[in-house]
């Protein structure tokens, strides 16, 4: 996370807002998360005890994390991206389209698909998990 932000703030970009700051700050840390996990010998998050990746939450929201996260590790990485930009930050498909560098007509396909393959996880509990 430091060295996005440290690239960030070196880059020499036009001033165009905060949109447009988060979705280059969103491009940035995708690029050195996708090279660090393309390094050989790379550290497996398995191994750091759960406590360190939780937060103090209400049962409801664990109870959503705890269907929502299984089924997100058994997805593609491009999927979880995808899903995450689209949910979690509200990004339009255009505004996705920009961020990741796929076409518009790409990112709706992509994210019915992974709509369709979070929908089968759900529902499989695991059971049939398949790794992405």
């Known amino acids: ?3 996005s932000y440290v690239r960030f703030l070196c880059a020499s970009t036009p001033n165009d807002g905060e ?3 988060r979705r280059y700050l969103f491009r940035i840390a995708s690029n050195l ?3 660090h996990w393309r390094r050989p010998g790379v550290i497996s998050i398995e191994g750091l005890p ?3 990746l939780m937060r103090e939450d209400d049962s409801a929201e664990m109870d959503c994390r705890a ?4 089924a997100m590790a058994r997805m593609r990485p491009r999927d979880r991206q995808l899903l995450w930009l689209a949910h979690a930050e509200n990004y ?6 920009e961020i990741t560098g796929l076409g518009v007509t790409s990112i709706r396909l ?3 698909r992974a709509r369709k393959e979070m929908a089968r996880q759900l529902r499989s509990g695991g059971r049939n998990g398949r790794l992405g």
């Open 1 to 3: 996370m430091q060295e």
């Open 33 to 35: 998360l996708r090279d």
């Open 67 to 70: 269907m929502l996260g299984p």
């Open 19 to 21: 949109v447009a700051a």
């Open 92 to 97: 339009s498909h255009r505004e996705i389209a």
């Open 110 to 112: 992509l994210l019915f």
């Open 50 to 52: 759960e406590h360190l």
